[in-house]
């Protein structure tokens, strides 16, 4: 791995389970050596990416992620068009609706609804999602630009649950069962005890950059509630891909 994709990676490790990191914790996390995380920091540090707490010297993420991340929804409106669309979508399922979109090697939650239910999977805001075990992920996958999949099939695929696909060929039958079908399921692949289904969201160019989800208990899915949010996620994804400025390809297709 490069030295500036290290460094950039250390920035996945700030999630709301740890806003402050301390230097040892995050060399730890990362298996990279305290002297060089130190190094990465104040390189990123100097560019507003991050910043040292002045009492605990724990690091947090920097405000240069603000200016950028209004930068780019400037640019490229993403946040603003999926938000009523999740919320759309949430309600009518009943269950959680999340957009994801290509962030380095994976994809990175973007935008979360809850549902009312007392009783709900819980989806960590900017939570993100390997490409080989979730529903979003397998969506995304299936739908990216051929190199891309090749890439993800070569990869070493890390377990999550006992259910996890781990191997090239078992990635693969997914990623063609996707394609034919138009969504990806995903039954206790990253999460025990949670079932996902997801439809990728397409780019300008035809390709996907990104996923709709919706996740469920798996003791609450039935094939009727199946049915309903496929329903419901066939008419958001379309939607939200085409208020992002994409374009759904003719070949897609939502198999009954």
Known sequence: MRTVEKALKLLDFFDERHPVIGLSALARMSGIDKATVLRMLGDMAAAGLVEQDPASREWRLGAGILRLSRLREAAFPATGVLNPILARLAEATGEPAHASLRAGRDLGTIGVVESARSNRVYIEPGLMLPLHATASGVAYTAFARPELRAEVLARPLAAFTGATPTDGATLSARLEEARALGYACA????????????????????????????ATPVARLTPDLQARVLAALAGAAREATQGMGGHVPDHHRIAA
């Open 187 to 214: 039954d206790q692949t990253f999460e025990d005890e949670v079932f996902g289904i997801a439809m990728p969201l397409f780019g300008p160019d035809g390709f996907a950059c990104g996923a709709l989800a919706v």
